[in-house]
């Protein structure tokens, strides 16, 4: 069997910009429970590891001084 390779156009944080947003429709389409709160924080972590990576990838950021 062939592995299977997947293209994306998209960057990392954009990716996971998308499942973010995809994550939080999902949760709105459901009532109010213990599934909605844990897809509502999945979403935020992915958020978050988005924002920090472009953070941490930033131009501005300069390592530590010695």
């Known amino acids: 069997?062939?592995?299977?390779h997947f293209f994306r156009d998209n960057d990392p944080q954009q990716i996971r910009v998308d499942q973010a947003k995809?994550?939080?429709?999902?949760?709105?389409?459901i009532?109010?429970?213990v599934e909605?709160?844990?897809?509502l924080k999945q979403a935020c972590?992915?958020?978050a590891r988005a924002n920090l990576?472009?953070?941490?990838?930033s131009p501005g950021l300069r390592p530590p001084e010695r």
């Open 45 to 47: 972590e992915t958020e």
């Open 1 to 4: 069997m062939k592995p299977r």
């Open 53 to 57: 990576h472009i953070w941490a990838n």
């Open 22 to 29: 995809a994550l939080r429709a999902r949760a709105a389409r």
């Open 36 to 39: 909605r709160d844990r897809l």
């Open 31 to 33: 009532p109010a429970d």
